[in-house]
């Protein structure tokens, strides 16, 4: 009996048991529905084969992608103080903090990065809205400042990637204080007579679109992204009026002269390339030099 129990049974057991799916082999898309396998979503940068839909990209993925041959040599952000306020609503920041660098293997909401693109030296400035919704606070104002002054260092163009919902209500005024201190870093750019490109990517909104992602000497967007300030149903409660079609989507702006180029995912690292190029030749960027 012990025989039958301990060893024969337990086979049949496996034999006919339901096998387990991971949940991670098979992604929804948001703009029609499909059923993508995420190898093959993989394989096509994470945009829906049946409907061009633009997923959400891993900011080192981003970087991958963008640089020559993949080269992405990260940079060290300054350190910051953690938890400034003291912050706690329905728990405490610091936990927030703590639960979020687990995920991301201990980065914030920003990762930057230098290498070539197209040939041409670049520092690149990518955001994780995974992190806390990609919110800037403290430490994502200095890794862009760091970014900046790479740049000057490399004398290379700086090209920033914002995936974010605005500014970390966690950090209070010290976060919002991040938009002019962003904007101060871009002029330092172009003091130098260097390029500062913004690729906007979904979603780009709040205190980011506020400051340093509407400052690009070129402005990229991927479809579909959603661009804006506040929210289609707070501007429509605020003006009493039903927006347009396809409001604050990546298209729109481009119709309204917001935009210079959507550029899909996969044309992005050319012409990306051929923008820094151009902006890199002598005396194309002399405003100050």
Same mark, same amino acid.
């Given at each position: ?10 086979? $049949?057991?496996?034999?006919?048991? #339901? ?56 940079? !060290? %952000? ?12 329905? #728990? ?5 903090? #703590?639960?979020?660098? /687990?995920?991301?293997? *201990? ?10 693109? *197209?040939?041409? &030296?670049?520092?690149v400035a990518a955001f994780d809205f995974e992190f806390l919704g990609g919110s800037m606070g403290l430490a994502v104002g200095e890794a862009f400042v760091a970014a900046a002054r790479l740049a000057i260092e490399r004398r290379a163009a700086l090209v920033v990637v914002p995936a974010s919902g605005g500014?970390?209500?966690?950090? *209070? ?6 938009? %002019? ?9 172009? !003091? ?8 906007? =990517? ?25 661009? /804006?300030?506040? +929210? &289609?149903?707070?501007?429509? !409660?605020? $003006?009493?009026?039903?927006? &347009? ?5 990546? @298209?729109?702006?481009? @119709? ?14 050319? =012409? ?10 002598? +005396?194309?960027? !002399?405003?100050?030099?």
């Amino acid at each position: 009996m012990n025989w039958l129990t301990n060893f024969v049974l337990p086979k $049949i057991r496996a034999a006919v048991a #339901k096998r387990e799916v991971a949940d991670n082999l098979w992604h929804k898309c948001p703009g029609c529905g499909q059923m993508l396998f995420h190898r093959e979503l993989d394989a096509n940068l994470r945009v829906c084969a049946s409907c061009g839909h633009h997923l959400r990209l891993d900011p080192m993925r981003r970087l991958e992608l963008l640089f020559d041959d993949g080269a992405v040599h990260p940079i !060290e %952000p300054p350190k910051v103080v953690a938890d400034p306020l003291k912050f706690r609503d329905s #728990k405490r920041y610091a936990d927030r903090l #703590k639960d979020a660098h /687990g995920k991301s293997g *201990g980065r914030d909401a920003v990762i930057v990065a230098h290498g070539t693109v *197209g040939g041409a &030296p670049a520092v690149v400035a990518a955001f994780d809205f995974e992190f806390l919704g990609g919110s800037m606070g403290l430490a994502v104002g200095e890794a862009f400042v760091a970014a900046a002054r790479l740049a000057i260092e490399r004398r290379a163009a700086l090209v920033v990637v914002p995936a974010s919902g605005g500014a970390r209500m966690q950090e *209070g005024i010290l976060a919002l204080m991040q938009m %002019p201190r962003t904007t101060l870093a871009v002029e330092m750019v172009r !003091e130098k007579g260097l390029p500062y490109i913004v690729l906007l =990517t979904d979603p780009t909104t709040g205190g980011v679109s506020a400051s340093f992602a509407m400052l690009g000497d070129v402005t990229l967007a991927e479809p579909g992204a959603v661009i /804006g300030f506040a +929210g &289609p149903r707070v501007i429509e !409660e605020t $003006i009493r009026e039903t927006l &347009p079609p396809g409001f604050q989507r990546a @298209e729109y702006l481009l @119709e309204h002269g917001m935009v210079d180029m959507v550029v899909p995912r996969a044309a992005l690292k050319a =012409t990306l390339g051929h923008v820094i190029d151009l902006l890199m030749r002598p +005396g194309v960027m !002399e405003v100050g030099a």
